[in-house]
């Protein structure tokens, strides 16, 4: 049984803090803790043009965004010997290099931990329930997963792990 721990918050995380926490949840067993820390850009990667970001605002519906996390670890759980997982996602309005996500994977094995973290953010990016604003010298707008990031969750789907790469 993995023991998962998420967590939606407006305030920063400490990388450090979780890691030693996810290294002793995990027991006698970890072999392998692979992790993942996404940042704001400071430059829309959106459309293309360039537009330099002053601010990124993520919305979310407090329950159902942590029932679609559960359900993305969960499925990781599933195809992967995890034995501990950590999700941390802010929300709010973060500012340029600003910490966005956080995801740590425990697993005996080192590939199971790789696999299962990368997994998990791909899923983040195209399944959990979070709204994106950005603003740029450009404007503002809403932003939705991209291409690339549809086509590595589907990479799962078809051949159980990811060929593509941004």
């Known amino acids: 049984m993995s023991i998962t721990k998420i967590k939606i918050q407006t305030e ?17 067993a ?3 803790i692979a992790g993942f820390v996404g940042l704001v850009r400071d430059y829309n990667a959106h459309a293309g043009d360039g537009g330099e970001v002053t601010s990124l605002t993520l919305e979310h519906y407090p329950g159902m965004t ?11 759980e ?18 340029p290099l600003d910490q966005i996500v956080m995801v740590l994977t425990a ?12 997994f998990i953010m791909d899923y983040l990016k195209t399944r959990a329930i979070l709204w994106k604003k950005e603003v740029s010298d450009k ?16 990479g799962w789907l078809q051949n159980g792990g990811n060929e593509t790469s941004d």
């Not at 920063?12 to 006698?28: K, L, T, V």
């Not at 029932?67 to 993305?72: D, K, N, R, V, Y």
């Open 30 to 32: 970890v072999g392998a």
């Open 66 to 76: 942590e029932s679609s996390i559960e359900a993305i670890v969960q499925e990781a």
């Open 139 to 154: 404007g503002d707008q809403w932003i939705e997963s991209t291409q690339a990031d549809q086509r590595r969750a589907v």
């Open 107 to 118: 697993s005996a094995h080192r590939d199971a931990a790789f696999a299962g973290a990368e």
């Open 12 to 28: 920063d995380f400490d990388f450090a803090e979780h890691y030693s926490q996810i290294r002793a949840s995990g027991g006698e």
């Open 78 to 95: 599933a195809r992967w010997p995890l034995l501990a997982t950590t999700v941390v996602h802010r929300v709010g309005t973060l500012r």
